[in-house]
C-alpha cells in the first residue's frame, strides 16, 4: 500500500481517557476490517465477473472499501500509538484478530449471492455512515463524509440488482431466494451492539443501533417489496465475527490476503 | 435464462459545464437503467464526466460510407462558409 496517503485531512487524535481511547482504537479496527475483508471478497471477481461492464462495477466497490479501510487503519495507527503502520494492522494479525462481522467474510457463490451479501452490508453502511458523520470525533466524521457518497452508490447499484433479480426470471429469482436462505442469518448481527460498540454508543462517539436498524429494515423491506419477495421472517441470527468467532473461510481468505506480506515482511514497490 | 445477448448501448459524456456530450463508446446492459450505471463505472471511474447520456445504438442512424462522395465533397470547394473571415475577440473562449 506504498501509494500516497489519501487519509481526510490529518486532524490530531483529541485526548480520550484511556479506556475510552482504547475502546475506540477496536471500533475503528471493526470498521477497517469491516471494509477490508468485503473488498478483498469482491476483488476476488476480478476477471471473472457475469459481463465486463459488472467485473469493473465490482472492482469499482472493492477499491472503495479499500480505501476506507485504509483511512480508518491509518487512524487506528494513530490511536494505538504504539508505532504499528496500516500495513501492520491490516495484513499482519491473525484470524481471531479480526473484528468483521460474519456477513463479509462470507463466500462469493454465484452472482446473486454476492449481490445480495453486498445489500444487506450496504444498506446497514449507508446508515453508519450517515450516522458516523455526526460524531463528535473529527476524524471519524471526516471519513464517512467522504465514505458517504461511495456507499449510496453502492447500494443503489445492489439495490437494482436485487430488484432485478426478485422481479426477474424463474431461475434469477430461485438463486436470490437460495441466497437468503444461506446469508439472512448473518444481517442482524450488523446491528448487534458488541461491549465496545456499546461504549462507544454510551460516550456519543458512534451512532446508535436502534436508530440504523430501524432505518436499514424500512429500507430492505422497500426494495424486497420492489422485488416482489417477502422479507425473510427467519429468527435465527448467526453472531460472532464482531467478538473474534469467525467461520473457517476467514482463515483461507487472510492465506491469500496476507501471503506476499508474509512472505516478504516489509516489502514495498 | 437464455442466450441472447444484452441490447447494444452508445455512451456520451460531457466531461465540463459548458462543453457537449462527447462519444465515449459503447456497452452491453438490459435496459436504459442498467445502462446509466454500467456507464457510470466503466467511463467515468478516473473523473471523465459530470453528465451521462446513454441510447441504444439501434436508435442511431449512420451515413452511408457509399454515399460519402454526393454527401461531403460538395462542400469541400465553398471556402466562404466557414467564418474564419471574422476576427475573435480573445474574450470568446469555447469558439
Not at chain 1, 481517557?17 to 482504537?25: D, E, G, V
Not at chain 1, 463479509?104 to 451479501?117: C, I, K, M, S, Y
Amino acid at each position: 500500500m506504498a501509494t500516497p496517503d489519501l487519509s481526510p485531512a490529518h486532524t490530531a487524535a483529541p485526548a480520550y481517557p484511556a479506556s475510552l481511547q482504547s475502546q475506540l482504537f477496536q471500533y475503528v479496527m471493526q470498521l477497517a476490517d469491516t471494509s477490508l475483508i468485503l473488498a478483498h471478497r469482491l476483488s476476488e471477481w476480478c476477471g471473472h465477473g457475469p459481463i465486463l461492464e459488472q467485473d469493473l462495477a465490482l472492482s469499482n466497490i472493492a477499491l472503495d472499501l479499500l480505501g476506507e479501510a485504509r483511512s480508518y487503519y491509518q487512524y487506528a495507527a494513530e490511536l494505538e500509538g504504539q508505532g504499528r503502520t496500516e500495513d501492520d494492522l491490516a495484513y499482519l494479525r491473525s484470524a481471531v484478530e479480526y473484528r468483521n462481522p460474519l456477513l463479509v467474510e462470507q463466500p462469493n457463490g454465484d452472482f446473486a449471492h454476492t449481490v445480495l451479501r453486498q445489500f444487506l452490508f450496504d444498506v446497514f453502511h449507508y446508515e453508519l455512515l450517515i450516522g458516523l458523520q455526526q460524531s463528535p470525533d473529527a476524524r471519524l466524521a471526516a471519513i464517512a463524509e467522504k465514505s458517504l457518497k461511495e456507499a449510496a452508490y453502492h447500494r443503489k447499484w445492489s439495490a437494482e440488482w436485487i430488484i432485478r433479480f426478485g422481479d426477474g426470471t424463474a431461475e434469477s429469482r430461485q438463486r436470490l431466494e437460495k441466497a437468503l436462505r444461506s446469508l439472512w442469518r448473518y444481517a442482524a448481527e450488523l446491528t448487534a451492539a458488541t461491549p465496545v460498540e456499546q461504549a462507544l454508543q454510551d460516550a456519543g462517539l458512534a451512532p446508535d443501533y436502534a436508530d440504523i436498524q430501524a432505518k436499514a429494515a424500512a429500507y430492505v423491506a422497500h426494495v424486497f417489496g420492489e422485488a416482489t419477495l417477502p422479507v425473510p421472517n427467519e429468527a435465527f441470527a448467526q453472531p460472532g465475527g464482531k467478538l473474534g468467532r469467525h467461520s473457517e473461510h476467514l482463515g483461507y481468505l487472510l492465506a491469500e490476503l496476507q501471503y506476499v506480506q508474509r512472505s516478504y515482511p516489509g516489502l514495498t514497490w | 435464462m437464455n442466450n441472447s445477448e444484452w441490447p447494444l448501448w452508445e455512451v456520451f459524456i460531457r466531461s465540463k459545464q459548458g462543453l457537449d456530450h462527447k462519444h465515449v463508446g459503447s456497452l452491453h446492459a438490459a435496459d436504459a437503467a442498467m445502462a446509466m450505471q454500467n456507464a457510470r463505472d466503466v467511463y467515468t471511474r478516473r473523473l471523465e464526466g459530470v453528465s451521462i447520456w446513454v441510447v441504444e445504438s439501434k436508435h442511431i442512424h449512420a451515413s452511408n460510407p457509399d454515399e460519402a462522395a454526393e454527401f461531403f465533397d460538395p462542400a469541400a470547394d465553398k471556402v466562404y462558409r466557414h467564418p474564419t473571415f471574422y476576427d475573435v475577440p480573445d474574450s470568446i473562449k469555447h469558439m
